[in-house]
């Protein structure tokens, strides 16, 4: 009865943190002056400029998910399936993006373009213009969001490729060289996985709007997160939002029909099994030097610029006095979320591995819907379902910032957490059973500590996407509940470019000490 209860009390929190907010936002987007009403999604299917935003924000997630994919795949055979020296820091270098919120980096490249950027001393003035030029608007966008995004399909393929029987890549061995292996055994068995990157890098760009809005690129997100902050037109950024958590929908159902067997959560190999690796030979160097070179070229050489315009000791000064408090309150917000949803996390592997509750599919599914749907969405169904009389206690405190943590990165949590699970035999669990101990006893005493790496390396990667969050942040929080990438966020229209060099600066480091101790216990692991 204990265990029931527990896990399905773990799953009422995912579906009230983050199902009801997505609820309640649909139904307050079918009234008007409190009767019901479909003007608001009339407007539109009727409206021209809705259509032609809806064009751009799938033009730039298509994009997106072609490149990251392209490059991704190669990268993630490189480091993970080769005898590439430094694969680890390449590999670390390609992930800083993916962990800092995107506008940092349109900010950052922006920077490198600049007249007084770190690209003046190597380029001629007309070439800056020219990039300039071509920086605004899709091209930008499409080039930062890629940046950010290449690690997904990049690490997918990394832990799809240790999921591979080495016997059929060694039976194939026999009559084929590497690159047919990897055309006809490898990719095919990985496939369905590569899917599902591509298929998150897709959905997730369709809800990015930092960028775009940097960017001056007109999307969907970014036209609904205008109608609710400036306007506060809450009918019309609701109907605005549905478009995009509807699509996000059809194509994680699209995605789970055709991968019923989906490889992301098979179990992995028996620890110790050897797995094949690729000698490069005489191509080693020349492709050691290329991937250095996009490494450096898309992350170092950003990251440098924006150092380079903030290489002032006042400038840090000014920014720590300006944004002190809100890092002091990331750090908080991102370490009581952390925690939170490892427990949740853990709670919601054991259910999904054993089965336990009859509706166990449904939490893992809507835990990457909630991960898939844009932030802006979740952030509005919050504010949709807690802005009331009687709930104040929450829309007016950090709770509601708490309660987007657990709806939107959730998943991260126990899809890792899971992987470690199935490694466990079932065998210990039945053993301490067998010798009287209780359900919690065996969860507490026999599942956690064997699975504490896995809890932790969970906890650090859930609090690192915490303390980046910036979509779901910046709508929700209450007065004197700021973050700093909402700081910075906010202060970008009028801060000195100097001054937002330096926050973003202090934002990257903030995120780089915790990501270097994940890093490590990953690669010890």
């Not at 407007?43 to 799938?58: D, P, V, Y």
């Not at 095919?188 to 690129?217: H, K, M, Q």
């Not at 405190?397 to 899971?418: E, K, N, T």
Request: aromatic share 12%; glycine share 6%; charged share 10%.
């Amino acid at each position: 009865m204990t265990k029931r209860l527990i896990l399905w009390a773990a799953a009422l929190v995912l579906f009230i943190s983050g199902v009801l907010p997505v609820l309640s936002m649909f139904h307050s987007s079918l009234l008007l002056g409190g009767h019901f009403s479909f003007s608001n999604y009339l407007h539109i299917f009727s409206s021209e400029r809705e259509w032609i935003l809806l064009k751009n924000s799938l033009t730039l997630a298509f994009l997106v998910s072609l490149i990251t994919l392209f490059l991704g795949v190669p990268l993630g055979l490189l480091l993970g399936k080769t005898d590439i020296p430094f694969k680890r820091q390449l590999s670390l270098i390609l992930c800083i993006p993916i962990l800092i919120p995107p506008y940092i980096m349109a900010v950052s490249v922006d920077n490198c373009l600049g007249q007084e950027g770190i690209l003046r001393l190597f380029l001629p003035g007309w070439v800056l213009r020219s990039l300039s030029d071509h920086y605004l608007g899709l091209g930008g966008s499409v080039f930062v969001l890629s940046t950010v995004y290449l690690p997904i399909p990049m690490l997918l393929t990394i832990c799809l490729l240790k999921n591979v029987n080495p016997s059929l890549e060694e039976a194939a061995r026999l009559c084929a060289k590497w690159p047919l292996v990897l055309k006809e055994i490898t990719l095919p068995i990985i496939r369905p996985g590569l899917t599902l990157s591509a298929l998150l890098v897709f959905v997730l760009c369709l809800g990015e709007f930092s960028v775009p809005s940097y960017l001056r690129y007109q999307v969907f997100s970014v036209e609904s997160f205008t109608q609710f902050s400036a306007v506060y037109d809450f009918g019309s950024a609701t109907a605005q939002s549905m478009p995009l958590a509807v699509i996000a929908l059809l194509l994680l159902v699209a995605e789970s029909r055709y991968s019923r067997k989906n490889l992301f959560l098979s179990t992995p190999l028996v620890s110790g099994t050897k797995r094949l690796e690729i000698a490069l030979g005489k191509s080693r160097p020349y492709l050691f030097i290329l991937v250095s070179c996009l490494a450096f070229l898309i992350v170092i050489v950003p990251l440098l610029s924006l150092f380079y315009s903030s290489l002032d000791l006042f400038i840090y000064e000014e920014a720590i006095k300006v944004a002190g408090d809100a890092l002091l309150r990331s750090f908080f917000y991102a370490f009581l979320g952390a925690s939170l949803l490892a427990v949740l996390g853990f709670l919601s592997a054991y259910t999904i591995k054993n089965r336990q509750i009859w509706c166990w599919r449904l939490v893992d599914m809507t835990s990457l819907f909630l991960f898939a749907i844009p932030g802006t969405v979740l952030g509005i169904g919050l504010i949709a379902t807690w802005n009331n009389s009687w709930t104040q206690f929450v829309y007016s405190s950090l709770l509601i910032i708490v309660l987007g943590y657990l709806a939107r990165y959730h998943v991260l949590s126990s899809r890792i957490i899971l992987s470690q699970l199935y490694l466990i035999s079932p065998s210990m669990e039945e053993a301490a059973q067998l010798a009287g101990a209780g359900w919690l006893s065996r969860m507490l005493f026999i599942l956690a500590p064997l699975s504490k790496r896995a809890i932790m390396a969970a906890w650090l990667c859930v609090f690192l996407f915490c303390l980046r969050d910036t979509d779901i942040s910046l709508i929700v929080y209450p007065p004197g509940c700021e973050t700093l990438p909402v700081r910075i966020f906010t202060l970008m229209a009028n801060g000195s470019p100097g001054l937002i060099s330096g926050l973003c600066m202090l934002m990257v480091v903030s995120v780089l000490v915790p990501a270097s101790i994940l890093w490590h216990l990953r690669w010890r692991r």
